[in-house]
């Protein structure tokens, strides 16, 4: 090593090392600790909203399930319905157009 350029390069790198040390101490460090306390906030808002909901969904499936099973033999009872009508009348229309051949 030469002892001339030595005392340069640490002086240079103590010099360097320490602005950006103090940059990062002063700039850096407190934006992410904003940054993780902002989320850390928000991240407890979100739970609390759905722990609020966590009986509802419960009720909501329990409710849409009754609706689909009521519901389907509504349907059926409906198609049935009308598709005896449809059929009755087709049976109408046969009939006449036959009556009058």
């Known amino acids: 090593m030469d002892s ?3 005392v340069g390069q ?5 010099l360097v090392f320490s602005a950006f040390y103090l940059i990062v101490l002063t700039d850096v460090l407190p934006s992410l600790n904003r940054a993780v306390k902002v989320r850390a906030k928000r991240l407890d ?4 909203d759905a722990r609020q909901f966590d009986g509802v969904s419960v ?4 409710s849409v399930d009754s609706m689909l099973s009521s519901g389907s033999k509504g349907v059926s009872s409906l198609v049935s319905s009308a598709l005896g009508g449809f059929v009755s009348r087709v049976r109408l229309v046969t009939r006449k157009r036959m009556a009058r051949s």
């Not at 808002?45 to 609390?48: A, E, L, N």
């Open 59 to 62: 009720s909501a499936q329990d």
């Open 4 to 6: 001339a350029t030595f």
């Open 45 to 48: 808002r979100v739970r609390g």
């Open 10 to 14: 640490v002086t240079w790198f103590s």
